[in-house]
């Protein structure tokens, strides 16, 4: 949820009208009446005894904090943090050259829907896919090493907020939040703003993740296939058929309205935004048969008005955040910020229209469907619908930001089951598998953007919270955990614990390049002012561990930790040259740098790995050039 301030206006006549007719108690925003009902937290459903491990991972957006957080279900508690688009010392991420090279020169991305690979639309446990908003990138995320292993620059768009993927994880689909023009060579291109209906684009992009071709721990190979131009709308959300939905992908906008000032207000004018749906399949031949109308900054680029049958319009009530396809692919499920239901859309009627033409009319070249041929039901779920998960037993769970709420309901019967207050104001639930065809059921966990009164006050920002619900059994959904987190939870991945399967320690293996595995293998090479160390490290020291080099030399060290004992971390930290990079047991790691500052520079391992830890240390000499 990119958009907090929804039209106080609006929202409050909603909430009133609302509050009437379906009798709920007043669910203002920012009304601190609103606690969660339940039991105190960390119930005995969500004990995990010390010395016990979780039933599940989850693997949460971190935010503008740039990083996937693991966190352990029930017991809620953080295992590790996976660095994405941000520096992070303690995995030394941004400090060697790869993942210098990865980051680039952007200092921060804001990571908002992690999606997990899939086989045969259930989780695999191999990959986790994740975007940066602020700076349209795309990343790839390696399960087996818990750590980032490509990130990938996206042209001609700016700002995108929604990543899906197909049942195989073939695909990965993604669309421009804000529109703009583009241009060869530019990635922020100029046209007056009067000129926004013509001139300006919604783009979608359509990535290959070429998963095959990438073993444990190699980059990432994702690229880029093509991209569709669209209605200068703002995209939000998106999500890919499966099962009877199979090869659509749906994207929801809020302002089909076009405003470009004022769009707070100006967005909610329409009682009806126009959502896009597109047929990836027929799109995807086209590029593939080289049939696109132009190349921009290297994107095949597909004008779905010269080429019928790609994409049609869909009106959804009012300004839709979220769409979600139930996992046998029958349905979808469009949440309205501004309208207290949830629209479903039934896929047999959908293909039914398609097939048969039967549109209302055109908009910007594009066939509009008609909403109520296609609509199954509408629900009142409550006040500010935004995303909807999936258990294992029929039925769906929406987020309610203005309500701060989940509804649970059932599908088939469209009845409301229960609902449950939430502190405070989720943006995402998310459940095992929740969106994929094979959901895990049992937890359920809501990411709120807010927290009133849960926590010890740590400034004048609250922490957000995340709050754990148990989903299994009877048809109440009870809170049994929660926990701060870092600002600000967007979507997760959860797992049952044993799809992950990382590795325990890299495996020795002497021909890796540039590995050393023997102390009479550590020397130091000099070619021209190329000084190249090839050094090795096991409890509790580094060899060689005096380094003389000339001022003005160019350095490479090549450090393996020749260790094959899981968690016996070293790591090289150096201050002066800003050297911080850990080694875990069997791999081997470069510190590339230039000796322009003469000196002496002791080096000391960074990981308490031995009674002789502090002992585990060396110097860096360069000697100055006069
Ligand atoms: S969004 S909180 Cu960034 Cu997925 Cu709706
Ligand atoms: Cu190695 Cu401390
Ligand atoms: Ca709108």
Redesign the pocket.
Known sequence: ??KLKLGRNAVMAIILIIGLLIGLVGCNAKTPTNTTNQAAAGTPAAWVAPGQLDTHYMFA?GGQSGNLIVWGIPSMRILRQIPVYNVYAPTGFGFTPETKKMLGDKTWGDV??PIASQTQGAYDGKFIWVND?ANSRVAQVDLNRFETTQILDIPNMVGF??LTTDPESKYLFCATEFSLPIAEGQKNAYAPLQNYTGEYYGIITALKTNRDKVQPGQPGQVSISYQLLAPPYEY??SSAGKGAADGLVFFTNYNSEMATSDIEKNSTTLPLDLTLVVDYNAAQKLADAGTYDQVVNGVKIIDPRKHPGIAYLLPIAKNP??VDVSPDGKWIVYSSKLDPVVTIISTEKLKKAIASKNFEKTTWGLPVLKEADLQEAQIQVGVGP??TQFDDQGYAYT?L?VESAVTKWQLGSWKVIDKQPVNYNV??VAVPGGDSMKPFGHWLVA?N?ASLKRFLPVGPSYPVSEQLFDISGSSKMTLVNETPSEREP??ASIFPANLIKPISVYPKDESRPNSIWSEDKAKIVRNGNQVTVYMLTIRSHFKPDTIEVNQGDHVTIYLTNIEQQPGMTHGIGMSGYNINVPADPGQTVQVDFTADKPGTFPFYCTNFCSAMHEEMAGYFLVKPKS
């Open positions: 949820m990119n957006s908002h829907h908003k907020h929604c939000d959300i955040h979220g935004l995303h987020s930001f943006g995402h990411l953007k967007h979507y």
